[in-house]
């Protein structure tokens, strides 16, 4: 395995006179970036408590797929982020996945709720009205579409 090393040996340092403007511009963003980092990095050691899964036995804990699942975040996206496949980790957390998400679909059910009752917001009590008492604006007729019986020719005779 050979690498190529240029010689910048005989190079002139770099001045204002003979600096590209694109490398000013990226001297520039290293300065930016460098207000940015942190200063003092600490390093620690934590444990974890969780469910062990995978070959690697990663431990991946309950509350944050808990809090990932009520933040509707996909299932791909969690098991990317934990560095794990997807179909390992929807065999071990299928159950706190769907029932954290159930819990966020019922707390949207109940602001919406709150926020049509309390008359802050007529459209969404229109809305709820449609959606959850099957309300419609325009009424529909149930009966058919033929002349009332007594207002038939026959009923004169």
């Known amino acids: 395995m050979s690498t190529e090393h240029e010689d910048f040996s005989d190079s002139k340092p770099l001045t204002p006179e003979n600096q590209s403007e694109g490398s000013k511009?990226?001297?520039?963003?290293?300065?930016?970036?460098?207000?940015?980092?942190?200063?003092?990095?600490?390093?620690?050691?934590?444990?974890?408590?969780?469910?062990?899964?995978?070959?690697?036995?990663?431990?991946?804990?309950?509350?944050?797929?808990?809090?990932?699942s009520q933040y509707h975040c996909t299932n791909k996206e969690m098991a990317d982020f934990y560095g794990v496949k997807l179909q390992t980790f929807m065999d071990n957390f299928r159950d706190i996945i769907d029932k954290n998400?159930?819990?966020?679909?019922?707390?949207?059910?109940?602001?919406?709720?709150?926020?049509?009752?309390?008359?802050k917001d007529r459209v969404m009590l229109i809305w709820l009205g449609k959606n959850i008492l099957g309300q419609t604006d325009q009424p529909v007729n149930t009966d058919s579409s033929q002349v009332l019986p007594w207002l038939d020719d026959d009923a004169d005779k």
């Open 25 to 68: 511009a990226h001297e520039q963003a290293t300065q930016q970036d460098n207000h940015y980092r942190v200063k003092n990095v600490k390093y620690g050691e934590k444990t974890v408590v969780g469910r062990v899964i995978g070959r690697d036995k990663i431990v991946i804990p309950e509350e944050e797929v808990a809090q990932l």
């Open 101 to 119: 998400r159930i819990i966020t679909k019922q707390r949207l059910r109940k602001a919406q709720l709150d926020l049509a009752l309390n008359g």
